[in-house]
């Protein structure tokens, strides 16, 4: 059965940061390249970060970059995303997704809340 389980979401405050961990099982974890989206309450869900298959290649929406990381471990099944310098536009659920690009195999989790808020 695949799982992809994301933790680490909570409230914190503006300039505080965070890390997100998304647990998958159930599939060739090293085979799908891992996403973390987010949406924002009355907003359509936005790709956030993305890091390739083996881990060399990460891309970033303009919003985050320089402020987030994302990072893979293929030998704990685990993707992370770092979260720095947070602001309140960053409140969100945050949802882990892989994807496989030759057959567009993906699967999602159900997401952690980060709040960022005084």
């Known amino acids: 059965q695949v799982q992809l389980v994301e933790s680490g979401g909570g409230l914190v405050q503006p300039g505080g940061s965070l890390r997100l961990s998304c647990a998958a099982s159930?599939?060739?974890?090293?085979?799908?390249?891992m996403r973390w989206y987010r949406q924002a309450p009355g907003k359509e869900r936005e790709l956030v970060a993305a890091?390739?298959?083996?881990?060399?290649?990460?891309t970033y929406a303009d919003s985050v970059k320089g402020r987030f990381t994302i990072s893979r471990d293929n030998a704990k099944n685990t993707v992370f995303l770092q979260m720095y310098s947070l602001k309140p536009d960053d409140t969100a659920v945050y949802y882990c997704n892989a994807h496989r690009s030759y057959d567009g195999m993906s699967y999602w989790g159900k997401g952690t809340l980060v709040t960022v808020s005084s």
């Open positions: 890091v390739a298959s083996a881990g060399g290649s990460t």
């Open positions: 159930g599939f060739t974890f090293s085979s799908y390249a």
